[in-house]
């Protein structure tokens, strides 16, 4: 069995930790940034390890201290590093100052388009905001990642190439909605992830999804994963 990790975080001991996924079944992951400070680490360690797929963005509860040419540097990186995605970014009501996660998020997108890579968002109470932006490039969008998928059912009809990706979350009782939506996603729209800087944590969300999946196994996952993050 193989796994790809759709959503981990750079934690003070990246290469350990990968490494003790590997061991156990991992083939990959997908390195999200949370803040500019981030992206030259990532860009670096996907650089040198092809199973690492490297995601520059910034994160909806940073948005409010950006350097003010973070545009431009990320088109920069985009440019010189073709494999590289962007995440993570996206819109929560539940931190921070909405209009100002709104612009930034806007801005990602015009350039996840303008370069045509996946995009890992996240997306707290604020779907509603979020449909309507999207909505408004709709057939412009590159493949979008919806990270720690809450399970709400308008994202799941929205006509996109739209990937919803399960955390250990969904293991959790309080988050009945997250297992209900689980029963009707399309298999080829599956993902897994740790949600975590342990990047083994995956393992959890993966046991979980394919228990309550029987129609799928992990081959499948797994190939969702490399379409969406490592062919694409
Ligand atoms: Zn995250």
Redesign the pocket.
């Known amino acids: 069995m193989k796994y790809i990790d759709s959503?981990c975080?750079l934690g003070c001991g990246f290469d350990d930790a990968f490494a003790r996924a590997r061991d156990a079944g991992v083939w990959g992951c997908v390195l999200?940034a949370?803040k500019c400070d981030d992206w030259d680490n990532i860009v670096r360690i996907a650089k040198s390890n092809q199973n690492v797929c490297g995601a520059i963005g910034i994160?909806p509860w940073y948005v409010e201290s950006v350097p003010i040419n973070w545009n431009d540097n990320m088109r920069i990186l985009l440019h010189d590093n073709p494999h590289l995605i962007i995440g993570?970014v996206g819109l929560d009501k539940t931190h921070g100052d909405l209009s100002v996660q709104e612009k930034i998020f806007v801005q990602t997108l015009e350039i996840a388009i303008q370069f045509n890579r996946a995009i890992n968002i996240?997306c707290v109470h604020a779907w509603d905001i979020m449909l309507k932006i999207l909505k408004s490039y709709r057939t412009d969008l590159p493949k979008i990642v919806v990270?720690?998928f809450d399970g709400n059912t308008a994202a799941m009809r929205f006509d996109a190439d739209l990937y919803f990706s399960y955390s250990p979350l969904i293991a959790n009782s309080q988050f009945k909605r997250v297992r209900e939506s689980l029963a009707m996603v399309q298999c080829d729209k599956i993902l897994i992830e740790s949600?975590s800087v342990n990047i083994i944590d995956v393992l959890k969300s993966v046991r979980d999804v394919l228990k309550m999946r029987p129609d799928i196994n992990a081959d499948d996952i797994f190939n969702n994963s490399m379409g969406v993050f490592f062919n694409g």
Do not use: F, I, K
């Open positions: 959503h975080h999200n949370t994160h993570e996240h990270h720690s949600d």
